[in-house]
């Protein structure tokens, strides 16, 4: 059974620890909170992004930005995140902005959530981002 990390508001762990290990294990150690850091980074820009589509009406470009969160969301066991990015990618890609804009809340709680659990565990990511 896989260990995880949970999100306080949703039933879907924020981190599938089992997934961020078999990551880690694949690169060499020092390079995993450089690798972190840009998750983040990106995390955050694309949140921004799809939240900027939203409030166009542009609901497509919004589930286009989700998509690609929602892959390095995958790639980092962000299960709670990804789940998320893909309710917005599903209301993307059929137009429906108000279902976009409706997710956005929790979009932006589980990024934040997301983000906090990976600077706690890999210390110093936050000084460089």
């Known amino acids: 059974m896989s260990q995880e990390i949970r999100c306080a508001s949703r039933a879907l762990p924020t981190l599938d620890l089992a997934v961020l290990e078999a990551l880690a294990a694949d690169l060499p150690t020092a390079l995993m909170p450089t690798v972190v850091a840009t998750f983040i980074t990106e995390t955050a820009r ?21 998509h690609a969160l929602r892959g390095g969301a995958a790639t980092f066991g962000a299960v709670a995140l990804e789940h998320s990015a893909l309710a917005v990618e599903q209301a993307g890609r059929v137009g429906d902005a108000a279902a976009v804009r409706a997710q956005l809340a929790a979009l932006r709680v589980l990024a934040d959530a997301t983000m906090a659990a990976l600077r706690s565990r890999y210390v110093g990511v936050a000084a460089r981002e």
């Open 46 to 66: 694309r949140v921004a992004d799809i939240c900027n589509h939203a409030a166009l009406g542009d609901a497509r470009a919004a589930g286009a930005a989700a």
